[in-house]
C-alpha cells in the first residue's frame, strides 16, 4: 500500500472542501498538517495531566514533567542524539537559531568570521547578521553554482583561522538542495569553526543520525514534522553546550541565584528558562512515533517519488522553468516554479481556487532569490499524505493557467 | 478531474485587473520624472516604482509606474496612475484604497490587500519627497 493510501484518514483536514473542491495540500514546507494522534495527546494531557513542569510536587504536575521529559527521550531516539542531555527545547528553528547565534555570538571577537551560505532562511542569515555586526564580526557567504549546489571550493577559500561558526541549512527551503553536511563539517572543523545545521528542511523527511553527522548543533521546528507550532529542538554537542553560557535567562536554568549572580542549571535545562512548551512536547512526542511508525525511510522514499513526478512532469510544460537541482540528483521534498508571463502569487492564487494550496514568494530567502534572478516563486512541498493523483492534478492545473489571467 | 483550469469569471481577478495586467496604459519610464519613489511588499517582495511629472503649479501632468509585481499590484498601480494624472498633489495624496478597488472591481482578499495598497503607498512618498528617487 502506498503511504498516502495508508495515511490520508489519519488527517482530518483533508477532509476539507476548498473552493468547491478537495483540498490539495502542498504547503508542508511551510506548516505540515496534523495526524489525529497529535491532536488527540495534546487533548488528553490537557483534559488529564496539565501542570507546571519540574517544580510542581503533586501528581499533576509529576505526570507532566514526565511526559515532557519523554519527548526528550522521543528526539534523541529521533535524531540519533548520544544523549538525553543535548536535546533543548525552543519555541521552533527560528528561535533555536537565534539562541544558538546569540549564545555563541557573545564569544566573538572583533574580526572573528561567521560563514552562511547564499541559500540560507533569512532565520539563519539574520541572527548572524546581527552578531556580526554587534561583535564587529564578519559575514561571509558560500555561494552557490547554477543547479543550487553549494560551491565548497568556494567554500574552502572562505575558511580562514578566523572562521569561529559555519551556519548553514541542511536541505534548502526553497530549491531542496540537500548539502553535504558531513563534508562541510569536517572542513569546519579543521579550522575549529562551529557547525550550525538549520534541519527545518530535513528533519519531516530524511532519517537523522546526529553521531553520523557531527555537527556542534542541529536545529528544527516541530509543526513541519506533523507536530504542532510552538515548539522546536535545538541538539547541541554536549561537550560545546556545556563550554557555553546559556543565552537567555529566567526560571528553571539556574541552581541557585544571589542578587548580582547565579550558578546554571545542568544540562539541557540551563537552555530552557521558563515554562515550557508542554502540550506541544507532548504532540512531539505523538508526531515522532507516528513517523517512526511509518518509517522514514519509506517516507523519504515516497516524498522523492513525488519529488520527482513533479520535476519532471514540471519541466514538460511549455513555459515552465524548474529552479534547483536536476531531477537525476537527490533533493528534499520542495519544488520551486515559475510560469511565464506569471507573477508567483498570482499562481498561487489560481492554484487555491481549484484548492490545490502552494506557496508563493521570496520564502524568507532573497539574497538567493536574487542569486536566481527573480522576485519569487511558486513552491509545492510534500509530506506523506500527498499522493501522485494530487501531483496530477497539480501538472493539469498548471498546464492550464497560462491562457487564465 | 474537472475544470483543472481556473475559470475566467473569478472573482479575485475581474475583468479589470486581467486586462490592466495584459495592457497597462501606464507601465514604463518617465523621462522628466520630478517626483519619483520605490518600494517593496515585504511579505511577496513585490518592488513598484511610480514616477510623477509635476508642474511648477503642483498639478500632476503625468503618472508612470514600473514594477516587479503581480496582476493585482500591477493593475492597482496602473490605476493610482490613472487617478492621479490632472490632479493637485493635495488631491493626489488624498486618494484612497478604496478609490482603487471600485475600479478594479475585484474581492480582493485580506491577505493580498497589500498588493492593492503597495502602489498608494509607493505614491504617497513620492508626493512627500521623503523617499530616495
Redesign the interface.
Known amino acids: 500500500m502506498r503511504l498516502d493510501e495508508l495515511t490520508r484518514s489519519d488527517f482530518p483536514i483533508l477532509q476539507r472542501i476548498v473552493n468547491g473542491r478537495p483540498l490539495v495540500y502542498f504547503d508542508s514546507g511551510a506548516s505540515s498538517q496534523k495526524p489525529r494522534a497529535v491532536l488527540e495527546a495534546m487533548n488528553r494531557y490537557y483534559e488529564r495531566s496539565h501542570a507546571n513542569v519540574h517544580r510542581s510536587i503533586h501528581t499533576l504536575g509529576e505526570e507532566a514533567t514526565e511526559l515532557y521529559e519523554l519527548a526528550r527521550d522521543a528526539v534523541q531516539r529521533f535524531i540519533g542524539a548520544p544523549s538525553r542531555e543535548e536535546v533543548v527545547f525552543t519555541r521552533g528553528t527560528t528561535d533555536g537559531l537565534g539562541l544558538i547565534a546569540e549564545t555563541i555570538g557573545r564569544t566573538l571577537r572583533r574580526g572573528d568570521e561567521i560563514v552562511v551560505t547564499e541559500l540560507e532562511h533569512h532565520s539563519n542569515l539574520i541572527p548572524w547578521q546581527l552578531v556580526a555586526r554587534d561583535r564587529g564580526a564578519v559575514l561571509k557567504a558560500i555561494p552557490i553554482r547554477e543547479d543550487g549546489t553549494l560551491d565548497l571550493d568556494a567554500f574552502d577559500r572562505l575558511l580562514t583561522p578566523r572562521t569561529r561558526v559555519v551556519a548553514f541549512a541542511h536541505v534548502s527551503n526553497v530549491v531542496g538542495t540537500i548539502n553535504p553536511v558531513i563534508e562541510i563539517v569536517r572542513r569546519a572543523r579543521a579550522v575549529n569553526a562551529l557547525t550550525v545545521v538549520d534541519g527545518a528542511q530535513a528533519a519531516p523527511h530524511l532519517r537523522l543520525d546526529m553521531s553520523a553527522l557531527e555537527c556542534d548543533f542541529y536545529v528544527f521546528s516541530a509543526h513541519k514534522m506533523l507536530g504542532p507550532t510552538g515548539i522546536g529542538v535545538l541538539y547541541g554537542r554536549r561537550a560545546v553546550l556545556e563550554s557555553l553560557e546559556p543565552g537567555r535567562g529566567g526560571s528553571e536554568m539556574i541552581k541557585e541565584v544571589w542578587i548580582d549572580r547565579a550558578q546554571w542549571n545542568d544540562l539541557p535545562w540551563r537552555f530552557e528558562p521558563g515554562t515550557p512548551p508542554i502540550a506541544e512536547a507532548v504532540g512531539l512526542t505523538a508526531a515522532i512515533e507516528y513517523l517512526e511508525k511509518l518509517g522514514m525511510d519509506r517516507i523519504s522514499e515516497h516524498e522523492r517519488a513525488l519529488t520527482r513526478q513533479t520535476q519532471e512532469g514540471l519541466a514538460r510544460i511549455p513555459g515552465v522553468t524548474v529552479y534547483g537541482p536536476p531531477a537525476n540528483v537527490e533533493r528534499g521534498a520542495v519544488v520551486s516554479f515559475a510560469v511565464e508571463g506569471l507573477h508567483p502569487h498570482d499562481v498561487a492564487a489560481l492554484l487555491d481556487e481549484e484548492g490545490i494550496a502552494v506557496r508563493a514568494g521570496h520564502h524568507c530567502a532573497m539574497p538567493l532569490m536574487r542569486r536566481l534572478g527573480v522576485v519569487g516563486t511558486s513552491r509545492a512541498t510534500f509530506s506523506v499524505f500527498n499522493s501522485p493523483d494530487e501531483v496530477s492534478l497539480l501538472l493539469t492545473t498548471v498546464a492550464g493557467l497560462r491562457s487564465a489571467l | 478531474?474537472t475544470?483543472?483550469?481556473?475559470?475566467?469569471s473569478?472573482g479575485?481577478?475581474s475583468d479589470v485587473i486581467?486586462d490592466r495586467?495584459?495592457r497597462p496604459r501606464h507601465r514604463g519610464e518617465l523621462p522628466g520624472a520630478n517626483a519619483v519613489a520605490e518600494d517593496v511588499n515585504p511579505?511577496?517582495?513585490?518592488?513598484v516604482r511610480m514616477m510623477l511629472a509635476v508642474a511648477p503649479e503642483g498639478r500632476i501632468t503625468e503618472a508612470r509606474f514600473l514594477g516587479?509585481?503581480?496582476?493585482?499590484c500591477?493593475a492597482s498601480a496602473d490605476v493610482v496612475a490613472d487617478l492621479v494624472s490632472g490632479r493637485s498633489r493635495g488631491e493626489a495624496a488624498a486618494l484612497d484604497v478604496s478609490d482603487v478597488l471600485a475600479v478594479l472591481q475585484a474581492e480582493i482578499r485580506p491577505t493580498?490587500m497589500r498588493?492593492a495598497t503597495l502602489p498608494l503607498s509607493v505614491l504617497a512618498q513620492a508626493l512627500d519627497g521623503s523617499a530616495k528617487p
Open positions: 478531474m475544470g483543472a483550469t481556473p475559470s475566467a473569478s479575485l481577478y486581467r495586467w495584459r511579505l511577496c517582495g513585490d518592488r516587479d509585481s503581480c496582476a493585482i500591477t493580498r498588493c
